[in-house]
């Protein structure tokens, strides 16, 4: 079971980017899915999370800016990101909590490798 990330690159202040995430292999369920990042030097930080049933939650710094959406038919989560800002300049991952066909039972967390992002004139 594995997640992986495409999008990213660098945008100019006040520019949009998307990232997508696909998780893959013996999948046999998927809870929240969601994305966090991290600065040289700092903690990751939750960007936006989302439930199987659509729920979303944000960080109070990307609200109204950063648009979180799944499809479970493809197993895939998807951020939206508006009006970018130099701060928000970061390394971001993917997360789901998945469980396989061995254990279906078992929700575990997983992770997609970073991919950076970059907010600069």
């Known amino acids: 079971v594995q997640l992986q990330a495409s999008g990213g690159g660098l945008v100019q202040p006040g520019g949009s980017l998307g990232l997508s995430c696909a998780a893959s292999?013996?999948?046999?369920?998927?809870?929240?899915m969601g994305w966090y990042r991290q600065a040289p030097g700092k903690q990751r930080e939750l960007v936006a999370t989302i439930t199987s049933g659509g729920r979303t939650n944000y960080a109070d710094s990307v609200k109204g800016r950063f648009t979180i959406s799944r499809d479970n038919a493809k197993n895939t989560v998807y951020l939206q990101m508006n009006s970018l800002k130099p701060e928000d300049t970061c390394v971001y991952y993917c997360?789901?909590?998945?469980?396989?066909?061995?254990?279906?039972?078992?929700?575990?967390?997983?992770w997609g490798k970073g991919t950076q992002v970059t907010v600069s004139s």
């Open positions: 292999g013996s999948i046999f369920r998927i809870n929240v």
């Open positions: 997360n789901a909590q998945m469980s396989t066909v061995v254990e279906w039972q078992r929700f575990m967390d997983y």
